[in-house]
């Protein structure tokens, strides 16, 4: 079975990001190809990045206990889905950390995004997918957008997000996706490992 990390994006007070995990979290009880690990920023708690050089540069050598933990976590993952807020065109500064405080750990993984806002993040999912391909992920392209109108509705709890038929599609896209790209990415690296 495969394993996936569900990134909550956001750590603010009153963060709408538990919601679209919390829906990502029930479409999966019921699929038998993955399993969903939460990968909670909040409770993670990773310092800025604080490294002597880039992660890139360190093999593995971090000196923070919190970093090699979050990069302990991170390699148990086949793949990944990141909730996603916007904020000022683009993603949260502990998402954008996240991906920084790691490197090998998230290369040739597939990566799908759940966004939400007036644009349902669509700009900061356009940064994310740059940032994750130079991290040699595989960003896809079936997404959940939760644009304005189920923004503000789920927020007022006057519907809940399963209540929109086209996100409940696109749930399960995402989700098959994920799996096709996980699949694929884990043969091919479980290959390369039994060449080198």
Known sequence: MLRFGLIVGST???????????????????RADFRLDVLDLREI??????????????????????ANAWRQRLAQCDGFIAT????NHGPTAVLKNAFDS?????????????????????????QLRG??????????????????????AVQNKEKALSDYDHLNRARTALFDNLVWWASALKTARNKLRVVA
């Open 12 to 30: 603010r007070p009153r963060r709408f990001a538990q919601i679209p995990a919390e829906w990502l979290l029930t479409g999966a009880v019921d």
């Open 45 to 66: 708690d990773l310092p800025f990045l604080d490294e002597s050089f880039p992660p890139a540069m360190l093999d593995g050598a971090y000196a923070n206990p919190k």
């Open 84 to 87: 996603v807020a916007e904020y």
């Open 102 to 126: 790691a490197f090998t750990e998230w290369q040739r993984k597939p990566i799908a995004f759940a966004g939400y806002g007036t644009t349902g993040a669509a700009r900061a999912i356009g």
């Open 131 to 152: 940032i994750t391909v130079e991290l040699q992920m595989v960003p896809l392209r079936h997404e959940v957008t939760i644009g304005l109108e189920p923004f503000i």
